[in-house]
């Protein structure tokens, strides 16, 4: 135990280096994002001048205007595009929660035979990178008769083992007497799920749609999707970064769009994502 009087923690000076520290590890991270912005607002001239210029010199939006022109000539309206990543984002993130919720809410809190080896299954799996289950996932999408069909991208992203993985974790700190007092007064299990379960792990699950959102909406779902109207966003601006070195900037307008939208979901629940990263672990 520590002496009476003595004040716990780092001291002022101590404090001080901490956070210097983290401003500075803080300020070379964004320095990527910072990088990408900037050669967004380049002109072509910029772009290519030896050696190149970190921040950009002369601003201009010509990037974007030649990118949103470049869309606005596609046979496909570039608002199909963009419907078709929200609609595969928005719909795979909500199954993906719910699939990953309820599954963690039995591994956590049920109590059957098994359920340690399927759970160190599902930790096994997360040792798997995506290409290596790439051709079963393939196999498995032609018998079902969803290739060239959003099913193929939707569905397999309600599966998500590393979300399986953290909610378990987040929800087997709940208290079982909640649970238990809740039985007592007749609450069903899916009752219990909804209105105890899910509200008290909402940091698990926002993490789980942060993973969730990223992932489908940089999927370029070539694999599986050859019909041009029902193709994404990421695949279509990658057709038109393949028009050579003269659409450099276009590139870096591409870029800063694909950014905003994983940003923007990190930046409004980050607390929620360093809650349940540092109660992972933690059990009751």
């Not at 709940?174 to 238990?180: H, N, R, V």
Request: aromatic content about 12%; hydrophobic content about 50%.
């Amino acid at each position: 135990m520590a002496r009476r009087g003595r004040t716990l923690g780092r001291s002022t000076g101590g404090n001080i280096a901490v956070y210097t520290f983290l401003t500075l590890m803080g300020c070379f991270m964004a320095l990527p994002m910072v990088y990408a912005i900037s050669n967004s607002l380049k002109p072509l001239d910029e772009l290519f001048v030896f050696p190149p210029k970190f921040f950009v010199q002369h601003p201009t939006l010509d990037n974007f205007a030649d990118l949103f022109t470049l869309m606005g000539k596609s046979w496909v309206p570039f608002s199909r595009y963009i419907f078709n990543t929200l609609f595969i984002t928005v719909v795979g993130t909500a199954g993906c929660v719910l699939v990953t919720s309820m599954g963690a809410f039995v591994l956590a809190k049920g109590k059957f035979p098994g359920k340690n080896l399927l759970f160190n299954l599902i930790v096994t799996s997360l040792m798997f990178s995506g290409y290596v289950t790439a051709i079963p996932n393939y196999l498995v999408m032609s018998e079902l008769n969803w290739i060239d069909t959003w099913l193929a991208v939707i569905v397999p992203a309600f599966g998500m083992p590393m979300g399986l993985f953290l909610t378990k974790q987040y929800m087997e700190g709940i208290p079982d007497s909640l649970l238990e007092a809740a039985r007592i007064d007749g609450a069903s299990n899916w009752c219990i799920f909804t209105t105890i379960i899910m509200p008290m792990s909402k940091p698990a699950w926002v993490t789980v749609i942060i993973y969730s959102v990223q992932g489908l909406w940089n999927s370029k779902a070539s694999t599986f999707i050859y019909s041009e109207d029902l193709k994404t966003l990421p695949y279509a601006l990658q057709q038109i970064l393949n028009g050579g070195i003269a659409r450099t900037g276009v590139g870096c307008a591409v870029t800063v769009f694909m950014m905003i939208v994983p940003i923007v979901t990190f930046i409004m629940s980050q607390r929620q994502v360093m809650e349940t990263m540092a109660s992972s672990g933690l059990k009751e």
